[in-house]
T-cell receptor, first 114, second 113 residues
């Protein structure tokens, strides 16, 4: 079975632009979470969606938004990009929303802001 | 506030050695503690996880030791190999707070041949 797939793999944007990142979870997984990983640091939680509803939000500004579709895929949108948004954006999926459900990560989208 | 502190930041061992990575947490509501392995250019891969009702868990060459009273847990890699060279992250989450994982800062492990 395919793992978590993310697209695109790399993206270069300039300050002020908007970006949309996409994630397809493992087949059968209904929960999708998004994380930001700055170089040299651990991932930071951004959002969790389960059954198309937001179930958790990390400490990120309103420029960050996300949604989940009926097929459980998800998009992360970031508006008004800042240099500090340069990072690896990771998507993780799991069967359900509980904390003990193992989360499986994709290889991420590397976003560079010029 | 960094809720999960990981040490050391980097670690070098010889092949066959047993690297030990330590994590300490502050929030007593955490009740699920996974470890992830990340290679350059890849996403984190789940290695092994533990819940606080057990003090140790083994899967292959990987062992988690858990000390609930001290709010600490550690990863031991038995018979380490050069292919184990990667960055390791501990994490924690709460059952009643969704899938939100709080990660440690990571440990870069190098296993020399």
């Amino acid at each position: 079975d395919a793992g978590v797939t993310q697209s695109p793999t790399h993206l270069i944007k300039t300050r002020g632009q908007q970006v949309t990142l996409r994630c397809s979870p493992i087949s059968g997984h209904k929960s999708v979470s998004w994380y930001q990983q700055v170089l040299g640091q651990g991932p930071q939680f951004i959002f969790q969606y389960y059954e198309k509803e937001e179930r958790g939000r990390g400490n990120f500004p309103d420029r960050f938004s996300a949604r989940q579709f009926p097929n459980y895929s998800s998009e992360l949108n970031v508006n008004a990009l800042l240099l500090g948004d340069s990072a690896l954006y990771l998507c993780a999926s799991s069967w359900g929303p509980q904390g003990y459900q193992p989360q499986h990560f994709g290889d991420g989208t590397r976003l560079s802001i010029l | 506030q960094q809720q999960v502190k990981q040490s050391p930041q980097s670690l070098i061992v010889q092949k066959g050695g047993i690297p030990i990575i330590n994590c300490a947490y502050e929030n007593t509501a955490f009740d699920y503690f996974p470890w992830y392995q990340q290679f350059p250019g890849k996403g984190p891969a789940l290695l092994i996880a533990i819940r606080p009702d057990v003090s140790e868990k083994k899967e292959g060459r990987f062992t988690i030791s858990f000390n609930k009273s001290a709010k600490q847990f550690s990863l031991h890699i038995m018979d380490s190999q050069p292919g184990d060279s990667a960055t390791y992250f501990c994490a924690a989450s709460k059952d009643n707070a969704g899938n939100m994982l709080t990660f440690g800062g990571g440990t870069r492990l190098m296993v020399k041949p």
